[in-house]
């Protein structure tokens, strides 16, 4: 399993759009449910947002979604800081990345 962090701080009047734009992504995942993929968005106070990936296998699926297509074309325009991608390696996990059981 590959795991990809990337985080950026967008400007601040531009939060808002990008907290949309991700959320469409969100709604497309839903949609189509692409195996293999565990994703997340985190927003800070301080404009910071920070994506979180893990991929089975193969290229990422997120390319291939529309709503991500659109998230990415102006992603940089609305940034301070560009994003930065990096490859973590988890030291630990409480309960925080498996899968949860609903009722």
């Known amino acids: 399993m590959k795991w990809t962090l990337v985080r950026y701080r967008v400007r601040p009047d531009q939060a ?19 195996e293999g993929l565990a994703y997340a968005v985190f927003r ?5 947002f920070v994506h979180l990936a893990s991929l089975e296998d193969g290229a990422s699926p997120l390319s291939n979604l ?22 973590p390696v988890i030291i630990g996990d409480y309960a925080m990345l498996a899968a949860r059981k609903t009722a």
């Open 44 to 48: 800070l106070p301080d404009g910071t």
């Open 16 to 34: 808002d759009e990008n907290q949309r734009l991700s959320a469409a992504v969100f709604k497309e995942l839903q949609q189509k449910a692409p």
């Open 66 to 87: 529309e709503a991500f297509q659109t998230f990415s074309r102006g992603v940089r325009e609305r940034c301070v800081e560009p994003p930065v991608a990096a490859e």
